[in-house]
């Protein structure tokens, strides 16, 4: 990196014999590289150690690939398929192409190191924490869970409730709260994996795991930082009104933080659902976030292309927005808003003596092994002792539709009870008639059924009876086969004739003879 830095402040080729001794199996894998912007329809590429810096006699630049800083940009060449598939990735700034480029090959190079090693490489809590104290009770390292975080290292939460018993707090103020005096090795930072200096701390739930690159913040070095917390509870009702899981177990994404036995949150599902793109995508998981079982993380060794699939992967806007959706936010959130105060810490009067007991304290040492840039000093207390909780509520449910109806209902039509009641008995009547014009219609369309075989109208009683009178009583005459000895058409025998009635009821009488009601009385 120091020869890269050279080529980039000074891109001549005067330093040809400083890096004849260097390894280029890292550089050759994801180099950087100089582009001259001065003709932006055809840029050009440019080196940095020259085109034949794989040989040993000569690692300069070609003779006239030279270009001043204003006219050349950093960016970082990604490739694949054996070098036959390359992008860009552009830089505004050289500082930022450095540290992108120096973090991918870290990475490369954590991944293949023991968990275990990494952790023995991180600062014990013993080391971290100088002093502690919690309200008005003395606390130490041990009273912190150390998980290790691979941007930080070994990270210590306090009053996490996992294993241990929590603590409660007894009052709000800062009196009350938990002090702490932390050495962050300034001296130890390697330059191109972070370029700031100071203490990363989150405040969150217990039983749920801290995303601390993702929600915390900065605590200065050589500085008192207090922070007063509110607290918020956030209550979503859920479907149909929002999109909210209690638990996780709806979202179909499994949890790679579920070893560590925490509550779910919508950054462990974006992480894990990230990480499951990276492996269907490149064969292989990225360093900075859990492995599922049977998979191994990405490094140039097992899996060359790695570099150019996860710098694709991560600007694909498709691949966020498809985790964003699948990914659901917690019905029950607690938020912690913190008001930030800093001082500086400790002041010129103190420092000497402050300095020489903490030297003392953790080196055994009288002499001054501390300064102020490498320790940090922490207030954090509960503002109020209550909370404040949001709750979600419906915006329209049943009873409120009904009222809505009714206000509206009366305004517009004077309507009350008693006219709902009229309107309920008229649509009841309606139904009530039109079933009995259904019935009625079904029964006359029955009836012309049973009747449609007659081409004219059905002959009365009269017509019948004189169809079937015969006044001679001559016998009913009707072809006959003599040799077969039936009728045509296979024909019943006719009824033969009656004569026609003859009753005495039916003599018509003159109507000047009148029976009177007495018997033998005649008018």
Request: net charge negative; aromatic share 10%; charged share 20%.
């Amino acid at each position: 990196m120091d020869a890269v830095l050279e080529r980039i402040l000074a891109p001549e080729p005067s330093h040809a014999n400083a890096t004849e001794a260097l390894n280029f199996t890292i550089w050759n894998h994801t180099p950087l590289v100089l582009i001259d912007e001065q003709n932006p329809h055809k840029p050009v590429v440019l080196d940095l150690f020259g085109d034949n810096h794989n040989s040993s006699a000569s690692s300069s630049p070609a003779p006239g690939r030279t270009c001043d800083a204003q006219g050349c940009k950093v960016a970082m060449r990604l490739c694949s398929l054996n070098g036959t598939v390359c992008t860009f990735r552009n830089f505004t700034s050289a500082t930022q192409a450095v540290m992108e480029w120096y973090v991918l090959q870290a990475t490369n190079i954590f991944s293949q190191v023991p968990r275990q090693e990494l952790v023995a490489m991180s600062y014990p809590g013993e080391q971290l924490i100088l002093a502690c104290l919690f309200g008005a009770e003395p606390c130490s390292h041990r009273n912190f869970t150390s998980i290790f975080h691979p941007d930080y290292g070994n990270c210590h939460i306090f009053n996490w409730g996992m294993t241990e018993k929590a603590l409660p707090s007894s009052n709000p103020g800062a009196e009350f709260g938990l002090k702490l005096i932390l050495d962050i090795g300034q001296e130890d930072y390697v330059p191109f994996l972070t370029s700031t200096a100071g203490a990363r701390l989150l405040l969150h739930e217990q039983r749920s795991y801290p995303f601390i690159k993702e929600e915390g913040i900065y605590a200065m070095s050589g500085t008192e930082t207090s922070i007063g917390v509110l607290v918020d509870r956030l209550e979503r009702k859920g479907e149909p009104y929002s999109r909210c899981t209690k638990n996780g177990s709806d979202v179909p994404i499994p949890n790679l933080y579920s070893d560590h036995n925490t509550t779910y949150s919508i950054q462990a599902c974006i992480h894990s659902c990230f990480q499951d793109h990276m492996i269907r995508n490149c064969s292989c998981g990225h360093y900075l976030y859990p492995l599922p079982r049977g998979e191994k993380y990405c490094n140039n060794q097992d899996f060359p292309d790695w570099a150019y699939c996860y710098s694709d992967l991560r600007i694909n806007v498709a691949q966020r927005e498809t985790c964003i959706n699948l990914c659901k936010e917690s019905c029950n959130d607690t938020q912690y808003k913190m008001t930030i105060s800093m001082a500086e810490w400790p002041s010129e009067a103190s420092e000497d003596w402050i300095l020489h007991v903490l030297s003392q304290e953790r080196d055994q040492s009288t002499n001054i092994t501390l300064s102020r840039k490498g320790i940090v000093k922490l207030n954090i207390y509960f503002q109020e002792f209550n909370y404040r909780t949001i709750e979600e509520s419906a915006a329209n449910n049943i009873v409120w539709l009904l009222s809505n109806l009714g206000g509206q209902f009366g305004f517009w039509m004077g309507g009350s009870v008693l006219c709902l009641i009229e309107f309920g008995e008229i649509i009841i009547d309606f139904v009530w008639i039109t079933v009995i014009k259904l019935v009625a219609f079904s029964k006359s369309l029955q009836r012309r059924r049973a009747q449609a075989h007659y081409a004219s109208p059905p002959p009365t009683v009269a017509e019948l009876v004189e169809a079937h009178t015969n006044f001679g009583f001559q016998p009913d005459v009707i072809s006959h086969s003599p040799t077969t000895g039936t009728y045509p058409d296979e024909q019943p025998v006719p009824i033969p004739g009656t004569p026609p009635p003859n009753y005495d009821s039916l003599r018509l009488q003159p109507l000047d003879v009148v029976e009177s009601d007495n018997e033998g009385d005649a008018i």
